[in-house]
């Protein structure tokens, strides 16, 4: 599958699949280790590299579940992936007026790549494929710890919908 040119001529867009395996679990890898270091409770524990695989393959083989890869220069290095974006559409119970929700769970970019629009385009990479899943609210939770991550959908027009609370025991 080609990639997608975004407004950007140094950006472009495209669905991951099998093949991308490698390239999306190390970009996965990279997200949960960066949540770590601003909070102590997503720490990993050693050795995750095969568990998060299989949580990759587990999304690649999920129909609900659209995972994007992003490339910062495609046209110097096309196979090295510079972002990740994963979404996955929600249906709701019968009794929700809303039938299904859209929640966009990973976005991540490298740091060597941010600042270029990457994360913006795979964010409407995941706004696209949501409204074509006739998804009408796409959630996505942030850290009260990442600043950099409250800013970044905040300008992309998410707002606060419900807080979640918790406690350390």
Known sequence: MKPEATPSSCLAIRRAEGADLVDVTALWTALLRYHAELDPALRLRPGTETEIRKLVRGSFADRDVAVFLGFAAPSQSPAC???????QVDRAPAIM??????KISELYVREEA??????????QAALAHAREQDVRRLEVRVSTRNLE????????GFRDFMDVLDLRL
Do not use: D, I, Y
């Open 81 to 87: 992936a510079s972002g990740l974006c994963v979404v």
């Open 97 to 102: 007026e809303e039938p299904r929700r859209g």
């Open 114 to 123: 941010r600042r270029r629009g990457l994360g913006t385009a795979l964010a």
């Open 149 to 156: 991550g409250q800013s970044f959908w905040r300008a992309l």
